[in-house]
């Protein structure tokens, strides 16, 4: 599994980031989801969900 998987099952709704991170649209756009996916370790860190406004206020590259 890799990150063409994930472009595959959820097309324009993904983004991809630098260290593994994942940002997926939810709801038509209103909640964001940020996710690091290491596939090396078929591992997953949930980093932040929340509603777009609030996600407009962090830094999706850094937020823990």
């Known amino acids: 599994m890799g990150p ?8 324009h709704k993904v983004d991809f980031l630098a260290d593994d ?4 649209d939810i709801s038509g756009n209103k909640y964001r989801l ?6 090396r370790y078929r591992a997953v860190q949930i980093k932040f969900i929340g509603p777009h406004a609030e996600y ?5 590259e850094t937020v823990q």
Not at 4 to 11: E, H, M, S, V
Not at 21 to 24: G, K, S
């Open 34 to 39: 940020i996710a690091r996916v290491v596939f």
């Open 21 to 24: 991170r994942v940002i997926f």
């Open 4 to 11: 063409q998987d994930i472009k595959d099952q959820f097309g």
């Open 56 to 60: 407009d206020r962090i830094n999706p």
